[in-house]
């Protein structure tokens, strides 16, 4: 039973790990096409910070955004219909 929750924890270590990494990488790939996005219009008028930083702070609250979550949720979802097609079916 202990060998289970080291690897359960293990588990949830590489998840955090994964989702932290996805994150960053996903909020920087959102940061330059928010700068592509100002840069390319010409029209845009007032601060290049300022128009980013609403981006941004739009993003943090997308649909998009709460999807990475999935990196919990799939595997655990994977383990217990692993288990349960071994055991029950």
Same mark, same amino acid.
């Given at each position: ?25 996903? =909020?920087?790939?959102?940061? &330059?096409?928010?700068?592509?996005? $100002?840069?390319?219009?010409? !029209? ?9 930083e609403r981006g941004l702070q739009r993003y943090?609250?997308?649909?998009? =955004?709460?999807?990475?979550? &999935?990196?919990?949720?799939?595997? $655990?979802?994977?383990?217990? !219909? ?8």
């Amino acid at each position: 039973m202990i060998a289970l929750f080291r690897l359960l924890l293990v588990l949830l270590v590489l998840q955090t790990i994964a989702y932290v990494g996805l994150s960053l990488y996903s =909020r920087s790939v959102r940061k &330059g096409k928010l700068e592509a996005h $100002w840069e390319k219009k010409d !029209a845009m008028k007032g601060d290049k910070q300022a128009f980013v930083e609403r981006g941004l702070q739009r993003y943090d609250q997308s649909f998009r =955004r709460k999807l990475i979550l &999935g990196v919990y949720i799939v595997p $655990w979802v994977a383990i217990v !219909a692993l288990i349960y097609i071994r055991n029950y079916m």
